[in-house]
Nanobody, 124 residues
Framework: VQLQASGGGTVQVGGSLRLSCTASTTTFTNYAVGWFRQAPGKEREFVAA????????YLADSVRGRFTISRDNAENTVYLQMNSLKPEDTAVYYCGAERVPGGWLGYEKTYHNWGRGTLVTVSS
């Protein structure tokens, strides 16, 4: 499956952005999806994940209460709504997808399908 992350940009502190992860397959409904981010000079870290039918969602402590993850399987898209953005949210955001996850959805190595990232810059 090919993934396309989009929706990044530059926003001021306290602003909002919505990222989209769109898949090339119509069987995207079978895939769990995770969002990860990588800031300059730092390792990639988990942000949010959602299971195949959207019933289960997971958020990193650093974004809980500010970010939400959702999916529209009819559109083959998973969304990451980011509110109350902070400078430390600045990073390249990547989405990963896995049809049969063999591990925790917050673990990067669970995913074998990745899209190119989208840059989010939060300016103060």
């Amino acid at each position: 499956v090919q993934l396309q992350a989009s929706g990044g940009g530059t926003v001021q502190v306290g602003g909002s952005l919505r990222l989209s992860c769109t898949a090339s397959t119509t069987t995207f409904t079978n895939y769990a999806v995770g969002w990860f981010r990588q800031a300059p000079g730092k390792e990639r870290e988990f942000v949010a994940a959602i299971n195949w039918n959207g019933v289960s969602t997971y958020l990193a402590d650093s974004v809980r209460g500010r970010f939400t993850i959702s999916r529209d399987n009819a559109e083959n898209t998973v969304y990451l709504q980011m509110n109350s953005l902070k400078p430390e949210d600045t990073a390249v955001y990547y989405c990963g997808a896995e049809r049969v996850p063999g591990g925790w959805l917050g673990y990067e190595k669970t995913y074998h399908n990745w899209g190119r990232g989208t840059l989010v810059t939060v300016s103060s």
